[in-house]
């Protein structure tokens, strides 16, 4: 081994250490504290975790993890309430018949049953439906998933099909529960009682105090109708509410996604790219992934003189700016595994990653790194780091986070006058307003060409699989759900018309024409959908705010303040009136029938 050694080379010794406990990110953290405090100052090189490699394989599928979680919280949150409003009003509305079976010896635990079964057997035909409708929906889903990940053959597991039915069972139950409880513990002579006269005076002040408004009669007979049943209008109200909760939510991961695939690779930014050619100058793939090929069938381009470049670029009309960039393979001190180093020349403001904290590099002695560079090596902004490039070692601060998606080895980011022996093999040039870039591209190559080089236009990116499949999941799920939200009310709306048939046959026979029917019951549920509406917005943003970072954490990466903000003021208003959308679609069809029901049939059926 001695005799292999040179003077840029020396023999060195490692002592290679492994923990115990290892289990948890902060165990292995607390173990590597310890072990650096017991060894000689600068002389753990670095270290590497079991849990790194795992957050690798799992980082494509991890940020969809956190959003399902919300949407699949919604719907069920969503279900329990709509099967509490539905069994809630069977009870309400057959008060006398359980009065009746309770009379010819029924028990309250039979009567709960009765109310809990009532409930079970629609539950069960549909949750056959969804379960058959889910794997069919799951078929084009797993199938991207297939071709983003290249992986085999994709379908759902056997045991999804029996644990969901089996647990949508059991919420439907435990939602029947309660207002069956309620039918149980009612007396005997109340029920028939009740069942037989209704109780009257119910949100009375309700229409005192509406009747003042200078609305329409009908309008405000309305607006003060969902005071008489308070329980089934909560349960209207957090329907609409959920369903405004989703739609905020879903806009706002949608704005976030577009973000994310605008920001996440600045390179495609770039107009042109000119290609130095330089063949084993420098290591790494090229900028972005992209494949290098020439703009034209021909010879590959050789080494070319990065000075003749860039004066080839100045010279051109039309040229905006421009960046010379180069990658290198790094070692770096606290980092075991060798990291790629993206080193700029010139003008690299175009070129800057989205920071989330500190600035991008503005000059020499900068470093800039991705979240799980300071996670891995546990620095922070502020740190000074050595950075070592063919045999060229550079203590270089860190001053900026930057939000780097790439799934691949760590990537750095320095000027590349820190390493004077290296030299750009790449240039991303930016055209002036008015100039087409393959025009631009094709006047630069004949003077490119000749010097070794070579140039080619790049084409707008079509976003990443990932992003698309997350937003059409996205969109899947919200549509679901506010379907969901609209037959709650539309529930709701046909138990509280049904139960108002005779007032409505009054009113009509008293002059109320079909329009102004139309105008009542919808007046019904605008009260509702507005404050659903106003509570829902609020909270779906705040869904948000909390979601996006659970993702970002999955993704090993923290987020910059503008995948964050998305929502503008126009869209929170439009989605506070999200409600009263909900809410109309949900009563246009009881709203139809009442208008259509004719004067005499509605005053004899009571």
């Known amino acids: 081994m001695r005799a292999l050694a040179s003077k840029n080379s020396p023999v060195t010794g490692q002592m290679l250490y492994r923990f115990d406990s290892a289990g948890t990110k902060e165990e292995i953290a607390a173990q590597r504290k310890k072990l650096a405090a017991a060894v000689p100052s600068a002389a753990l090189l670095g270290s590497e975790s079991w849990l790194d490699t795992k957050r690798a394989a799992d980082q494509g ?24 409003s539905v069994i809630s009003g069977a009870v309400g509305t057959g ?30 035909a549909g949750i056959a439906l969804g379960v058959g409708l889910g794997n069919v929906l799951a078929v084009p889903l797993l199938e991207d998933t297939e071709s983003v990940y290249g992986t085999a053959s994709l379908t759902v597991a056997w045991w999804v099909d029996l644990v969901v039915p089996a647990a949508a069972l059991l919420v439907v139950a435990l939602a029947a529960l309660v207002p069956a409880l309620r039918a149980g513990r009612l007396r005997t002579v109340e029920a028939i009682a009740v069942g037989r006269a209704p109780r009257t005076g119910r949100g009375r002040w309700a229409h005192r105090a509406v009747g003042r408004l200078p609305l329409p009669r009908a309008v405000t007979y309305g607006l003060a109708s969902p005071f008489a049943h308070p329980v089934r209008t909560l349960a209207m109200l957090l329907a609409v509410a959920f369903g405004t909760i989703a739609a905020t939510f879903a806009l706002g991961l949608t704005g976030s996604l577009n973000v994310v695939g605008e920001i996440q690779d600045p390179e495609e930014h770039a107009a042109v790219t000119v290609l130095g050619g330089v063949p084993g100058a420098n290591a790494g793939p090229s900028p972005a992934g992209r494949s290098r090929q020439p703009q034209q069938t021909g010879q590959k381009p050789v080494g070319a003189d990065p000075a003749k470049m860039r004066a080839a670029i100045d010279a051109q009309p039309g040229t905006s700016s421009y960046y010379g960039k180069t990658l290198e ?48 090596t546990g620095t922070e902004i502020g740190d000074t780091v050595r950075v070592t490039l063919r045999q060229h070692t550079a203590s270089l601060r860190i001053v900026g986070e930057a939000f780097d998606t790439s799934d691949e080895q760590l990537e750095i980011h320095a000027d590349l006058a820190d390493f004077p022996a290296l030299r750009p093999d790449v240039f991303l040039v930016d055209v ?39 937003e059409a999941m996205a969109v899947l799920l919200t549509l679901m759900l506010v379907s969901v939200a609209g037959l709650g009310v539309l529930n709701s709306v046909v138990l509280d018309t049904r139960e108002r048939v005779h007032d409505l046959g009054v009113c009509k026979a008293i002059g109320m024409t079909p329009r102004q029917t139309v105008s009542l019951v919808l007046a019904s549920v605008a009260g509702i959908g507005v404050v659903g509406g106003l509570l829902g917005a609020p909270a779906g943003i705040a869904l948000h705010g909390y979601v996006l970072p659970v993702m970002g954490h999955a993704s090993d990466t923290e987020l910059p303040p503008s995948v964050l903000q998305v929502y503008d003021t126009p869209e929170l208003v439009l989605l506070c009136l999200a409600g009263i959308v909900i809410a109309v679609l949900g009563a246009l069809l009881p709203a139809g029938w009442a208008a259509r029901a004719r004067t005499a049939t509605a005053l004899r059926t009571e």
């Open 61 to 84: 599928a991890a940020p969809t993890i956190p959003f399902l979680i919300a949407f699949g919280v919604l719907g069920i949150v969503m279900s329990v309430i709509i099967i509490g």
């Open 432 to 470: 002036k307003p008015g100039v087409l870039p393959a025009e631009y591209a094709e006047k630069l190559a004949a003077v490119v060409r000749p010097l070794g080089g070579e140039v080619m236009a790049n084409s707008s990116s079509e976003g990443e699989n990932t992003i698309l499949i997350l």
């Open 329 to 376: 393979d790094a070692t770096v001190a606290g980092v075991s595994v060798p990291v790629r180093a993206a080193l700029y020349q010139g003008d690299a403001g175009s070129g800057a990653y989205a920071m989330i904290s500190g600035h991008w590099i503005t000059g020499r002695g900068q470093l800039v790194v991705p979240s799980r560079f300071l996670e891995r």
């Open 95 to 124: 008060l006398r018949r359980i009065g009746v079976l309770k009379a010819i010896g029924f028990t309250p635990a039979e009567v709960v049953r009765a109310y809990v079964a009532q409930a079970l057997v629609p539950a069960g």
